[in-house]
């Protein structure tokens, strides 16, 4: 296996370029440097990489600062663990300098000090994401594999360092089914049972942790999956026990489509059949931000206002009212989820259609039409969209004639008048 070949064509151009320069300089400068992590792992199986991690084994922000120097780019410090962006002419490198962890307890952050790239590989959540390849050796370099990444990249396996790797750090077992199911591999066998045996541990993770995790599960291609495999290993029920069973329901409702949805869609089908208890619960357990939060109340919510709406398709204007107050993606979750068709039907035709249907005159045009400034701009603009999802405005001449008409019936303005 030739690392720098993969390099080669895996890379875009302007950031091999970038790395390559990089290198050049950190060779210069007597600094060893390492690609690391993700990048090493997509490189290895194919697969299109985005963030380039680079690892340090000296000071990340010297060699930084060193780089931004001699190539005109900027540094920018990115948080507390000496980590650094190196950006130059539109592309940029992750670089950190190389560590050595220990956890005081369970779920707390690390505690880190300086270490070699060594220590630094054995720190990390799975042998796929623990190879280094050393950047300042030049193109004859050799990958450093010191926890046969690579065989189990082979063997599409996903495996702790440890057997203490789960509980010093419990978003790895989030971690493990992202990387298993994004990668279509499966957990080695003792990683799975240190995972089952382990999920306890999840109780050490703060919401804030807890609800990043599951936000990458909901970024993956395959979330719907990621849920359900979740679900059969436990990890729902260890994140909250009101989730038990909710990410393998959340898979069946769109008969194993795995594909569909985005992030918040999928959120809602996770949460539908929970009690409201229930859901303020876990909108706490995951320190929710208002948008999920509110996905969450009106999913909810809605469930017990879904038989209101057998038959709604034939009033438009009932329908849209009805789901207006909701969040979009309660009301496409219950599209997918709702267990009677015509409703399905109904909440499609409003995500796809009605919620969207908008009066084409503007407030200044029905201010020119004889509509007096104020409150009543609105109420009219609301009247006008009613009627337009009835079918009985089209376009602006039909829209103009139904408010002249509505004026005239106020007594606001004469019967037949014109613009
Ligand atoms: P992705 O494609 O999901 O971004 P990645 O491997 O780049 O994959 P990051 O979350 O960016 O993932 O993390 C970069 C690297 O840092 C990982 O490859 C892994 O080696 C290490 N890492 C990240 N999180 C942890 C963790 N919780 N415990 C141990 N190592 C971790």
New binding site residues.
């Given amino acids: 296996m030739d690392f720098r070949k993969l390099m080669e064509a895996g890379l875009p151009e302007d950031r091999l370029a970038l790395v390559d320069m990089a290198a050049r300089i950190a060779s210069e400068e007597g600094v060893p440097l390492y690609l690391?992590?993700?990048?090493v792992?997509?490189l290895l199986l194919g697969r299109p990489?985005?963030?380039l991690?680079l690892v340090v084994e000296g000071d990340a922000e010297t060699l930084a600062a060193v780089i931004a120097k001699r190539m005109s780019g900027d540094v920018v410090s990115r948080s507390q663990f000496a980590t650094v962006k190196l950006k130059v002419r539109g592309s940029s490198l992750d670089m950190v300098t190389a560590r050595n962890e220990s956890y005081a307890r369970p779920g707390a952050l690390p505690q880190i000090a300086h270490g070699t790239m060594r220590e630094d590989l054995a720190?990390?959540?799975?042998t796929i994401?623990?190879m280094a390849y050393p950047l300042h050796l030049g193109s004859n370099a050799n990958l450093l594999d010191p926890h046969g990444g690579q065989g189990d990249l082979r063997h599409g396996l996903v495996r702790v360092l440890h057997d203490g790797s789960f509980v010093d750090?419990a978003?790895?077992i989030m971690?493990a089914v992202?990387?298993e199911q994004?990668l279509g591999f499966a957990l080695e066998e003792r990683t799975e049972s240190l995972l089952r045996r382990d999920l306890p541990m999840l109780d050490t993770i703060s919401g804030d942790r807890l609800r990043r995790e599951l936000l990458?599960w909901l970024q993956e291609e395959r979330r719907l999956k990621i849920l359900a495999r979740a679900d059969t290993l436990g990890v729902m029920a260890a994140i909250h026990p009101a989730l038990a069973g909710a990410g393998a329901s959340a898979w069946e409702a769109v008969g194993g489509g795995g594909h569909t949805s985005d992030a918040e869609v999928c959120l809602a089908l996770l949460v539908r059949s929970l009690s409201r208890t229930d859901a303020e619960a876990i909108i706490e357990r995951l320190r929710m931000l208002p948008g999920w939060a509110a996905v969450v109340r009106d999913t909810v919510d809605l469930r017990e206002r879904l038989s209101e709406l057998v038959g709604a398709s034939e009033s438009p204007s009932r329908l849209y009212e009805s789901l207006a107050p909701f969040d979009p993606a309660a009301v496409r979750g219950w599209s997918l989820a709702a267990p009677d068709a015509g409703v399905r039907e109904a909440l499609a035709l409003y995500i796809d259609k009605l919620r969207h249907v908008k009066p084409l005159l503007s407030g200044r045009d029905l201010m020119q039409l004889g509509v007096p400034q104020g409150p009543a701009v609105g109420a009219m603009l609301v009247r006008l969209r009613t009627a337009k999802l009835e079918g009985a405005a089209e376009g602006r001449s039909q829209e103009s004639d139904l408010v002249r008409d509505w004026l005239a019936e106020e007594g606001r303005i004469s019967p037949g008048a014109t613009d």
Wanted: aromatic letters at 8%; charged letters at 55%.
């Fill in positions: 690391v992590g993700g990048a792992r997509d990489t985005e963030d991690d720190r990390r959540d799975f994401n623990a750090d978003t790895r971690r992202r990387y994004r990458l």
